[in-house]
């Protein structure tokens, strides 16, 4: 059994894996609270389990968290933690760009669809809105967009007559308040800002993709794109699932 986790600007989650790469068990923390204390409430092995444990993957936007995470698993548990920027990953993904220029997220989300003939955008909803390209099992590189939480909480933080809101889908673009207005703004503006961006892309390469979303607002924006679209939630997840085998002999 392996442990693999996402560490993100805003949530970090944890996933306990068997031995048949199914995942058991989730733990979500935020990220910006991670410490000694939070990890030892929220993660807990049994004694039975203890010695089935030997190593865990991340990956990682914020050094810090995962420097929290390591020594955590090390002390507590005696478990060995892998970072996935740091192995080999010729052997899962062909990387174009500078690796070091690219989130480990990102880079697990690549891994999650390589060995396949396809080509993908994988569009993910995080803290930012990000999009990118695989053609053929290589990652060519992406887009880096704002993200849809940051941008909405920025506006009701900075704009005094803008109350706290939750954005929905609208059906109408003309808002008759201001909640609607914003929502109608946030909503269509990022969907034609994700139909261009995908247009583009397609225009650039000269080739048709499959269209992967996931993150938080994946489920927001699956209809009301103008291509066809599918929902991975644990896309992330997965990826890093896949690239435990590099660290078996480690």
Request: hydrophobic residues 40%.
């Amino acid at each position: 059994m392996i442990i693999v986790g996402d560490i993100g600007n805003t949530e970090t989650k944890i996933c306990f894996v068997n031995s048949k790469k199914k995942i058991f068990k989730k733990i979500n923390i935020k990220t910006k609270n991670i410490n000694f204390n939070t990890l030892k409430k929220s993660i807990k092995i049994s004694n039975s389990n203890k010695d089935k444990f030997k190593k865990c993957l991340f990956s990682s936007v914020v050094p810090k968290s995962f420097k929290f995470i390591k020594i955590f698993f090390k002390n507590v548990y005696k478990i060995n933690c892998y970072e996935l920027k740091k192995l080999p990953l010729k052997s899962l993904v062909t990387i174009r760009v500078n690796k070091k220029q690219i989130g480990s997220d990102r880079l697990a989300n690549a891994i999650s669809l390589s060995n396949s003939r396809l080509n993908y955008i994988i569009l993910d909803f995080g803290t930012a809105t990000t999009f990118d390209v695989l053609v053929k099992n290589v990652y060519h590189g992406g887009v880096i967009a704002p993200g849809v939480n940051l941008s909405l909480k920025t506006l009701i933080d900075k704009a005094t007559l803008i109350p706290n809101l939750n954005l929905k889908k609208t059906n109408k673009v003309i808002g008759k308040n201001t909640i609607f207005a914003v929502r109608s703004g946030f909503f269509w503006g990022y969907t034609g800002l994700i139909d261009n961006i995908i247009g583009l892309i397609k225009k650039e390469t000269k080739k048709t993709f499959k269209i992967v979303l996931t993150g938080g607002y994946a489920h927001l924006f699956k209809n009301a794109l103008n291509t066809k679209v599918v929902v991975n939630k644990d896309i992330t997840i997965n990826g890093l699932i896949k690239a435990t085998k590099l660290i078996k002999n480690k």
